[in-house]
């Protein structure tokens, strides 16, 4: 059964569930305002998978926040990966502060469009580089699956909380979040994993993972990329690989090249209904009543 169909048949007394199954066809809506092309082919839509491929909560930020990660596929692999998720509203009580976080996971530059105040701007794709020591891929998609498990066990890492300056170790969850053994590029297999922090269960850091076949050889390959908006240092067996550190260019909002974007972007009642839009700026997050 997919985890679609999971999240809402499941009998549970637990609230958090509940809260789920509510949300989900809101969040579904957000993701669906998004325009998805790539520079070389502007009028070939990237549709976004309706199902998501993650469902978290965390209790220890913002009053408890919950989402879910939806992927957005070119020929099968992932583009693009965006965090629709939600916390409680403190102006309106009973609503949900919903926000939007993005990441660029296509090679090439993502072109995207949507009718909003907020808007995402990638100026780069997604680069891969060489893993390293890695073994040759094998030959078949099974054992290609369990090379890629151990590969991502590699990658170990941390946050820095910005407002409080505590430290959280990051750990890969052991099952993808994706898997694509089969796509029209030159990538023969790949997969999505996540690190979380032992703060919650939401995705701090995505890695992606692929075997690419060039002029007859094959090797492995990798990308990471931001997931949040804390200090992130990730290592690969003990040699830091990618950082994420707060500055000007590199702030709570974007990274310098937009390939991350984060932003609140409105207020709705729990039946899904539009309290307010949120316009955010440098200066911060201002609420837009609905009747401007």
């Known amino acids: 059964m997919s985890f679609l169909a999971l999240l809402l048949v499941a009998v549970s007394d637990d609230p958090a569930d509940t809260l789920a199954k509510k949300m989900l066809p809101i969040y579904l809506r957000e993701a669906r305002e998004y325009a998805i092309t790539v520079a070389s082919e502007p009028k070939k839509p990237i549709d976004v998978k309706p199902e998501p491929v993650f469902e978290w909560s965390n209790p220890n930020r913002n009053g408890g926040q919950q989402g879910v990660v939806f992927l957005w596929l070119r020929?099968?692999?992932?583009?693009?990966?965006?965090?629709?998720?939600?916390?409680?509203?403190?102006?309106?009580?009973?609503?949900?502060?919903i926000e939007h976080e993005f990441h660029a996971l296509d090679p090439e530059q993502l072109k995207v469009t949507r009718d909003s105040f907020n808007q995402w701007k990638p100026q780069e794709g997604l680069a891969r580089q060489v893993l390293p020591d890695a073994p040759t891929p094998a030959d078949t998609a099974v054992a290609r699956k369990l090379q890629m498990g151990r590969l991502a066990e590699g990658f170990t890492g941390h946050t820095i909380d910005a407002a409080r300056k505590e430290r959280y170790e990051l750990r890969v969850l052991p099952t993808p979040l994706y898997r694509y053994p089969a796509v029209k590029t030159d990538v023969i297999d790949g997969a999505?994993?996540?690190?979380?922090?032992?703060?919650?269960?939401?995705?701090?850091?995505?890695?992606?993972?692929?075997?690419?076949?060039?002029?007859?050889?094959?090797?492995?390959?990798?990308?990471?990329?931001?997931?949040?908006?804390?200090?992130?240092?990730?290592?690969?067996?003990?040699?830091?690989?990618?950082?994420?550190?707060?500055?000007?260019?590199?702030?709570?909002?974007?990274?310098?090249?937009?390939?991350?974007?984060?932003?609140?972007?409105?207020?709705?009642?729990?039946?899904?209904?539009?309290l307010a839009r949120i316009r955010q700026d440098a200066k911060g997050s201002h609420l837009v009543p609905v009747e401007k």
């Open 75 to 97: 020929d099968g692999r992932p583009a693009a990966a965006g965090c629709i998720f939600s916390s409680p509203d403190m102006k309106f009580p009973g609503a949900r502060r």
């Open 192 to 274: 999505l994993f996540a690190l979380v922090s032992e703060a919650g269960t939401d995705p701090e850091v995505l890695l992606l993972i692929e075997a690419r076949e060039e002029k007859g050889k094959t090797r492995w390959e990798y990308a990471l990329g931001r997931f949040s908006d804390c200090e992130i240092h990730v290592s690969l067996k003990g040699n830091e690989v990618f950082s994420s550190v707060p500055s000007e260019e590199n702030n709570y909002r974007h990274n310098p090249k937009h390939t991350y974007r984060t932003y609140q972007d409105k207020v709705v009642a729990p039946d899904g209904k539009l």
